[in-house]
């Protein structure tokens, strides 16, 4: 029964380059969150995705930043032209249902980017 | 909007003492409140939620919480502290929609 899998867990990135962060949900769930942490900071929300769609991308960097979540395969956070200011913990969640009565929210591991 | 406040940065207690962490919340309905888990190098794992009814809550591993709307309060206890509760704890607020706001985390180390 695997939870919500992200990688990779960690990512090693040149300014400039580009960054892909992959995270795949828990089985049967098909509500897709990203989060950001910083060093000694929370979570901050980034963006809400369901299957194919975009449902609250408000925490999201107007640019360089975006997200997707296919009908089929992963849902991918992407990173365009990496800057040291981008460096931290990125976090997936996934839920079965947009409610969270009936569905808390279920995070991965993380993936770690560290760009130099 | 909803916000998360959690006043302490980093706490120290004794093995066996008893344990509170703070959080205080703004949101201008009834709200769903949580609190989350973080070892290092993990990911989130929740603890408890309070969505309505008994204001006590119980959680896994012997955690339970305690909603006071007069307060804006719902912090985080333990009555005996393990040293495998050494990790970091998150607050979380959020409506019926899983838009949810984390607090900024409290760190507690425990001391043998």
């Known amino acids: 029964n695997a939870g919500v899998m992200q990688n990779p867990r960690h990512l090693v990135r040149r300014r400039g380059q580009e960054a892909r962060l992959r995270c795949s949900p828990m089985?049967?769930?098909?509500?897709v969150y990203w989060y950001r942490q910083l060093p000694e900071e929370g979570l901050k929300f980034m963006v809400y995705?369901?299957?194919?769609?975009?449902?609250?991308e408000s925490g999201m960097p107007k640019e360089r930043f975006s997200a997707e979540f296919p009908k089929e395969g992963p849902s991918i956070l992407r990173i365009q032209q990496v800057v040291r200011g981008d460096s931290a913990a990125y976090f997936c969640?996934?839920?079965?249902?947009?409610?969270?009565?009936?569905?808390?929210?279920?995070f991965g591991n993380g993936t770690r980017l560290t760009v130099t | 909007a909803q916000s998360v406040t959690q006043p302490d940065i980093h706490i120290t207690v004794s093995e066996g003492a008893s344990l509170e962490l703070r959080c205080n919340y703004s949101?201008?309905?009834?709200?769903?409140l949580f609190w989350y888990v973080q070892s290092p190098g993990q990911g989130l794992q929740l603890l408890l939620k309070?969505?309505?009814?008994?204001?006590l809550v119980q959680g896994i591993k012997g955690f339970e919480a305690e909603f006071k709307r007069s307060q804006s309060s719902f912090n985080l206890r333990k009555p005996s502290v393990h040293w495998s509760d050494a990790a970091e704890y998150f607050c979380?607020?959020?409506?019926?929609?899983?838009?949810?706001?984390f607090g900024a985390g409290t760190r507690l180390t425990v001391k043998p």
């Open positions: 969640a996934s839920s079965q249902t947009q409610e969270v009565y009936n569905s808390p929210l279920h």
């Open positions: 089985k049967g769930h098909s509500h």
């Open positions: 995705l369901q299957k194919e769609n975009i449902i609250d």
């Open positions: 949101y201008g309905a009834t709200p769903y």
């Open positions: 309070y969505f309505s009814g008994d204001t």
């Open positions: 979380a607020v959020g409506n019926n929609n899983n838009d949810m706001r």
